[in-house]
Structures are given as structure tokens and as C-alpha cells.
């Protein structure tokens, strides 16, 4: 079909996320997941800011994404669970290119153990960590997004908030929070234009994950044991993960708000 053609049928560019030029904040995103958003979205012509803690493997990563895609990265370092560096992170952010057109919230994960293990101020930093800190950034983003006309919010959680993890009090506590948080999000402001969803990842293979697995098994072997109970019988790749995110952060993705995505190789079997 002809360039025309298409345009009559309104399913020209169907391919075509049109990210050019929107800015994406991508936080988390020196490794892991965010770093696999962040390339994804550069990949698809964002310009993006990435944010965590350790400035030098920060700056390693916006290099290396730069060098992947040629597209304009820039790294701010941030610890998330600070309110006054997120707010100096977001101004810097929203200063560098003169707007921000997706917020991408992430952060490292709580610690895994039981229930009767964790005090008050484990509990309080989960808090600040997973569900705070991605209150403070979508606050503070949010006169941004409303400029934009079509913003875009994207929460990282987990795939606790659909079937029970062993072990995973404080990330299921705090992701159930930011899924309760993202829908009263999407119904204030999709008078915005603004959608907000959240992505629940599985078994994804980052660091946090190799962080898991017994010390002194086979690495291989490990993996290939915590894969058995996965129906497509893998652990995912993060830019599996990646391509959802930068659906979500899509035109195409216009009408879908208010919604948690599980990107698990089919792992959760409840039916709802
Ligand atoms: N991978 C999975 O299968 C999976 C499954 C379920 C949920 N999740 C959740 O998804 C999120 C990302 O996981 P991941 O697997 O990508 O982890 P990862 O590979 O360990 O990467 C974590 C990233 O977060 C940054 N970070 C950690 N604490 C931070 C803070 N306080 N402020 C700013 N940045 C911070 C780290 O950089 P710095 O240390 O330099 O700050 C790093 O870039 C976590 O919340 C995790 O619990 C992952």
C-alpha cells in the first residue's frame, strides 16, 4: 500500500511509536530493568535523563546508551528515597530539555525475609524506597506532564501484587500501595491526557535476581530450577520487559490507564 493509502485508512506509521523528541525521566536506571527502559526509549528516539545513586556507573550507562542509539542521554545521580535530592533531580530534569513527557518510577528492591523479621525501620524504609519516593517524583513531574498534553506515567512493581512470593512482605506491602496510588492517578488525571499504569514483572534476569540465588549452586543450574515452574520455561530478558514500558510510553498506548501489566512468561496462574 502507498503512503496515501495508509493515511485514508488511518494505520499509516502503525509501527511507529512516535517517541522522537518526547523526554522520558527513567529512574533506577544504571543497570537492570531501568537501564533496559532507558535504552529502549533512546532506541525509539526519546531523549532521556536517567537517574540512581553511584554516579560513575550512572555515567558508564548513559555512555553506553548514547553510543547504542546516538541519541541525546544525560545522567543525573538521585537517591530516590531522599525527598530533597528527588526534588532537585526532577528540576534539574525537567531544566535540561525544557520538558518531560514520561516519568518512568523504579527504584532497587526491599529486602526479602519473613514477616516477623522486620522492625519499624525496615517497614519505613520500604516506604520511602517503593511507594514514597514514587509519589514525591509523580507530584513534582506532574505540572510537567499536564504542559506536555499527553504525559505518561509508568510504575515498576512486581509480580507480588497478583500471586503471593514467599518472603516478599515489603515489596508486596509497598507495590499494593503504588497500584491503589497509580489508579487514583489515572482517574485525577486523565482529564490530563495523562495515562498511568504500573508493569509487574516475573523472573526478569537482572542483578537483583543472580542477588538470589543460592551461593553455592551452579549458577546455570539455579536459574534453570527457579525456570521450571515459568510456562515458557525461562527467566525474561529485561528488554522483554523494555517493550511494554515503551508501548505504555506510546501514542498507541493513548487508551490504556489505570491498569497493572505482568510481564512473567505466564508465571501468575490465577485467572484474574
Ligand atoms: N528483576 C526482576 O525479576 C524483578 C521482579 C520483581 C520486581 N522487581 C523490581 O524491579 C525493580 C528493579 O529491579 P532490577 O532487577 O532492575 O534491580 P537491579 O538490577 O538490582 O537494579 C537496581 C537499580 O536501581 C538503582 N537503585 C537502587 N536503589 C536506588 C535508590 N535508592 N535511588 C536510586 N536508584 C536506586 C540501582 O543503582 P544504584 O545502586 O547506583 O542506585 C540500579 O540501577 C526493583 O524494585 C525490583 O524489586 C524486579
Known sequence: MDNELLRDHQIQ????????????????????????????LSAEGAKVIIGSRDKTELDKTAAEIHHLTGNEVVAIPVDVSKGEEIEAFIKKAADTFGRVDILLN?????????????????WQKAFELNLLSMARTSRLVLPHLRKTGSGRIINIISGSVKSVLANSVLSTSMRMGVVGMAKMMA?????????????????ILTDRIKHTLPKDADPEKAMQEKAKSIPLGR????????????????????????TTIQVDGGANRAIF
Open 235 to 258: 527467566i525474561g530478558k529485561p528488554e522483554e520487559l523494555a517493550a511494554l514500558a515503551v508501548f505504555l510510553a506510546s501514542e498507541q498506548a493513548s487508551y490504556i490507564s489505570g
Open 187 to 203: 482517574d485525577e488525571f486523565g482529564p490530563y491526557n495523562i495515562t498511568v499504569n504500573n508493569i509487574a514483572p516475573g523472573l
Open 106 to 122: 523504579n527504584a532497587g528492591g526491599p529486602p526479602f525475609d519473613k514477616f516477623e523479621n522486620f522492625d519499624d525501620a525496615q
Open 13 to 40: 506509521n502503525i509501527m511507529d511509536l512516535k517517541l522522537d523528541n518526547k523526554v522520558a525521566i527513567i529512574l533506577a536506571a544504571s543497570k537492570g530493568l531501568g537501564k533496559a527502559i532507558a535504552t529502549a
